[in-house]
């Protein structure tokens, strides 16, 4: 294990990139040493707050940058290959913001440039709720076959609408540069989170989905985003029979719901996805003999927040210091936009599609 600082330099000086700031100033083995952004305003600002000197108005330069080990991308979502590959040809880690990838193309083309470079890390911030003793336990439920041979996943989350007169940058109202609306924007977090507590299990093969915009709920409540979607609902298939029924609704006319079930032949479990939710225990449910259905709580102590946010940096400067894979691989992605790449085509083809490895 090294003891030397991991030095990042941050692309993308934007509303993540300045949430994330702390990471590289708390003396946890990461710090910031370059920030670039085609907005130098953007990029002056986030550099005061990582206390940072050097500013590239042109990521290149930056890559280019022998001081820098590896990067925290943060730019909309259509730049992240591009910036992934220059940065993995130049020698650096990568550490990108979700949505990855808009398509599976793009990550095997990923994979082939990161063949070449086997020795560095690359990591997605859509394993941020890895960072959950609930996923972890959950993981651990499934793998030691605690709830028998599982045969069904329900995972359901709907949020209630943003505030009236939200303004979001243009690129999140283009599916050309954003994969989707909320598909693009928390389906990562879905299925790097189903992918992670799953394990093996988690080899999607077929789905049938569907999507729908967002729509104006009065006249004073318009959400910012009419472009794209607000709402999807899936049926996949998994290899070995597992079925999952993902779902994810925004702004709609009615409340806000977290529900995940999954169901084995010896038991079943209800939790929680996100860890600062109001149910924050894991509940295990099993018949035993005639008795009647006997639920048992296991406590979850959420992480606080913070930590849930930069656990992706955490990870990435763990892995290169511990010299480890990170909790989150490129093979994850391969498998995440799959799933995209099939919703989107069942969504349009109203036929059920079968997903490439
Ligand atoms: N906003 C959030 O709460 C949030 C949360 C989690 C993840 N994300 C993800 O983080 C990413 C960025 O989101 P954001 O909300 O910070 O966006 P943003 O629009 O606020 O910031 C993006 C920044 O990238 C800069 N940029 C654009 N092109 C560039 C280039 N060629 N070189 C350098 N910089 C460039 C822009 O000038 C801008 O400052 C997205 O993938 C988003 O999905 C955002």
Redesign the pocket.
């Known amino acids: 294990m090294s003891n030397v600082p991991v030095r990042y330099g941050i ?9 994330m700031a702390r990471v590289f100033t708390e003396g946890r083995g990461s710090v910031a040493v370059a920030v ?4 130098p305003e ?2 002056r600002k986030l550099a005061d707050l990582v206390a940072v000197k050097k500013i590239y ?3 290149h330069q930056l890559l280019a940058d022998p001081e820098v080990d590896a990067v925290y ?5 259509f ?2 290959k591009p ?1 992934t590959i220059a940065a993995l040809r130049a020698g650096k880690h990568v550490c ?4 990855f990838f808009l398509t599976q193309a793009e990550v095997r083309e990923v994979i082939a440039v990161h063949q070449t470079v086997p020795h560095l890390r690359v990591n997605c ?1 859509s394993s ?1 709720y890895h960072n959950s003793e609930t996923a972890r336990r959950a993981r651990q439920l499934v793998a030691d076959g605690e709830l028998g041979q599982l045969y069904r996943v329900h995972f359901e989350q709907v949020t209630l609408a943003g505030k009236p007169g939200t303004v ?2 243009p ?2 109202n283009d599916p050309a540069k ?1 994969g989707g609306g909320i598909s ?2 928390w389906g990562p977090y879905d299925l790097d989170w189903l992918s992670f507590v799953l394990g093996d299990l988690f080899k999607p093969r077929i789905l049938f989905g569907t999507t729908g915009n967002y729509f104006p709920l009065t006249t004073e409540r318009v959400p910012p985003c009419l472009n794209v979607d607000g709402r999807l609902a899936a049926e996949i298939i998994c290899d070995g029979g597992l079925t999952i029924h993902w779902e994810r609704r925004a702004a709609e006319h009615g409340p806000d719901r977290h529900n995940v079930e999954f169901r084995g032949t010896k038991a079943g479990m209800d939790l929680c996805f996100l860890p600062m939710g109001a149910k924050q225990s894991l509940h295990h449910y099993a018949y035993v003999g005639e008795a009647p259905l006997a639920e048992t709580k296991l406590r979850d102590a959420p992480p606080p927040w913070d930590d849930t ?1 930069v656990f992706p940096i955490r990870d990435l400067t763990a892995a290169i210091r511990e010299n480890r894979p990170t909790s989150h691989t490129l093979a994850h992605d391969l498998r995440i936009h799959g799933v995209f790449d099939a919703l989107l085509a069942s969504a349009h083809t109203q036929q059920a599609v079968r997903i490439a490895d």
């Open positions: 692309i993308g000086a934007g509303v993540i990139a300045n949430l670039s952004d085609v907005n953007a990029a108005p042109d990521y991308i943060a730019t909309p979502p730049l992240h910036m990108c913001e979700k949505p911030c941020r979001l940058p690129w999140r954003n693009f924007d946010l």
